[in-house]
C-alpha cells in the first residue's frame, strides 16, 4: 500500500467512525485529512482531495475549528487561509469528550432536573421519579468524571486506567 492509498484508507474509517459517533462523516473525513497532512491545507486544496463543494469544506472545517480541533495558519505571502489540525491525540480526545458533553450529556441533565420536579401522588408518579433519580445520578457521576478526564493530563488517566485494569 503506497502513502495515497494509506491516506485514502484512514479518511474513509475516520469518517465511518465519526458517523457511528453521531458526527457528520464529512466533518470527520475533514478531520483525518487535515490530521495525516505534513503541510498545512486551503479548503480548496480540501475540497479537491475529498471531492466536496467549497462551501461542505468551509462549514466542516469552521465547525473542527469551533470545536478546537483545527486551526488557521496564516503563511506569509499566501492570501488563502490554511489550516491545521491538532495533532496531539490527548488533547484531541479530551476537545472531543468536553464537546459531546456540552452536546448531548449537559442537556440531558437540564431535562432530567426540570421533570424531576412532577408532582402528583401514586405508583406512576413515584415509579417515574425513582427511574429520574436513577438517571440523574448516573448523570452526575458520569459527568464528574468527564470533567476530570477532561481536566487531567495523559499520565493521570493512563495510571488510573492501569489501576482499573488490574
Known amino acids: 500500500m503506497n502513502i495515497e492509498e494509506g491516506k485514502q484508507t484512514f479518511i474513509q474509517a475516520w469518517g465511518t467512525l465519526g458517523s457511528d459517533w453521531g458526527v457528520n462523516r464529512t466533518m470527520a473525513q475533514v478531520h ?10 486551503s479548503a480548496k486544496d480540501i475540497m479537491d482531495q475529498l471531492k466536496i463543494s467549497i462551501g461542505n469544506a468551509n462549514m466542516n472545517i469552521r465547525a473542527l475549528i469551533d470545536w478546537g480541533l483545527v486551526y488557521k495558519k496564516i503563511i506569509p505571502g499566501e492570501r488563502k487561509d490554511y489550516f491545521i489540525a491538532e495533532k496531539d491525540m490527548w488533547d484531541i480526545i479530551k476537545k472531543i469528550i468536553a464537546q459531546r458533553k456540552k452536546k448531548e450529556l449537559d442537556p440531558m441533565k437540564k431535562v432530567l432536573t426540570q421533570i424531576s420536579e412532577i408532582e402528583g401522588e401514586g405508583e406512576e408518579v413515584e415509579t417515574f421519579k425513582s427511574v429520574v433519580q436513577d438517571i440523574q445520578s448516573f448523570s452526575n457521576k458520569a459527568d464528574n468524571a468527564l470533567e476530570k478526564l477532561i481536566r487531567s493530563d495523559e499520565s493521570w ?9 488490574k
Open 32 to 41: 483525518a485529512l487535515l490530521l495525516v497532512s505534513a503541510k498545512p491545507l
Open 157 to 165: 488517566f493512563l495510571s488510573t486506567l492501569i489501576k482499573l485494569m
